[in-house]
Nanobody
């Protein structure tokens, strides 16, 4: 059974930093891509950052220059380093992974971790 376990959320002041982690566990044949999404109250879930199997990275315009996505392939783990946080970054952050597992190619979601940035 594949699952994604997230950690690292919390409450920080504007200008502070947080590092989110997401570890995929289970029988995984291939990690095709991993990404971070976020959803603020009353808003739709949006893509924040993504990293492909080849290491290509994409970021939402709102976080470019402040957030960095990275991965540890040996641990099937993706990270999101968030610097210079702003109140508008407040949201529930979700890890997403496109994995090849026993059931085939599927997208998996983490449970979400709350990030709150105070002004």
């Amino acid at each position: 059974q594949v699952q994604l376990v997230e950690s690292g959320g919390g409450l920080v002041q504007a200008g502070g930093s947080l590092r989110l982690s997401c570890a995929a566990s289970g029988i995984i044949f291939r990690v095709n891509a991993m990404a971070w999404y976020r959803q603020a109250p009353g808003k739709q879930r949006e893509l924040v950052a993504r990293i492909s199997s080849g290491g290509s990275r994409n970021y939402a315009d709102s976080v470019k220059g402040r957030f960095t996505i990275s991965r540890d392939s040996a641990k099937n783990t993706v990270y999101l380093q968030m610097n210079s946080l702003k109140p508008e970054d407040t949201a529930v952050y979700y890890c997403n992974a496109l994995l090849t597992a026993v059931a085939g190619d599927l997208a998996y979601w983490g449970q979400g971790t709350q990030v709150t940035v105070s002004s």
